[in-house]
């Protein structure tokens, strides 16, 4: 069996052992837009773990987050979408899911991670590593006026200077990383927050591909007020692979 799929399976069992200690301490959310099954699951099939706020499509590999849409305090933003309680003032959404648990409902849809951006030493100076991982389109439902709709995440992010929309709607699966905390071994994202970024903070579980870090150059885009719907509006953030990372549309 290949080296990294048996960190993946071991990602996926250090996840598993995190979901039932996690699943009764999740705070309630706003009622999310309603959206019909896509599929019943097949009777013999092993039934998904239970993951607050996220819902699993195996078949079409769709994975659906809770969210909410906040109002950021900062005139840039860093992030889509960020846990409550970390990064609202430079976010467009809070997602009530642990991140673990949207690492782990991605897994189960066949995505294997790849790895946030990093830095490494080479012949005295410091190298970005960018993101990397398997493409994930994201996706934003919610209702408006009346009607639940369902929009690409790109159109809610235009750049700062010049008012363009952010180029696609295309995320990397970086999986963000295990650290070492007070002789624990934590999902890095859990601690940060950091969901799906726009920018790299080195935790990401969703990074956009550039090598762009949260340290310094991130002030890039903002939000596109004229499209967003009003702060604590209830949101589903929709992920399906796809098959370009590096989409030009």
């Not at 009622?31 to 699993?56: K, S």
Request: some cysteine.
């Amino acid at each position: 069996m290949a080296t990294h799929t048996l960190t993946t399976l071991a990602t996926a069992a250090a996840l598993l052992a995190a979901v039932g200690s996690t699943a009764r301490s999740q705070p309630p959310a706003p009622q999310p837009p309603e959206t019909p099954p896509t599929h019943t699951q097949p009777a013999d099939a092993a039934p998904d773990p239970v993951l607050p706020h996220v819902r699993i499509d195996r078949q079409q590999q769709v994975v659906e987050l809770d969210a909410t849409v906040v109002q950021p305090t900062e005139e840039w933003i860093e992030l889509l979408a960020c846990s409550p309680k970390t990064y609202q003032y430079e976010s467009l959404l809070t997602v009530h899911a642990r991140p673990n648990h949207v690492h782990l409902a991605l897994l189960l849809i066949g995505l294997e991670p790849g790895r946030p951006m990093s830095w490494h030493e080479e012949d005295g100076r410091y190298v970005i590593d960018p993101p990397q991982g398997p493409g994930v389109a994201v996706t934003l439902v919610y209702e408006k006026q009346g009607q639940t709709v369902e929009v690409r995440a790109n159109e809610w992010i235009v750049h700062i200077e010049t008012g363009d929309m952010m180029p696609n709607n295309h995320w990397l699966f970086a999986g963000s990383t295990f650290r070492q905390i007070d002789d624990q071994e934590v999902y890095a994202a859990d601690v940060s927050g950091a969901v799906l970024s726009l920018v790299n903070f080195g935790s990401d579980v969703l990074a956009r591909p550039t090598d762009i870090s949260n340290k310094g150059g991130g002030a890039m885009w903002t939000a596109n007020e004229a499209v967003i719907p009003p702060a604590d509006t209830p949101v589903i953030i929709r992920l399906r692979p796809v098959e370009d990372q590096h989409p030009q549309e």
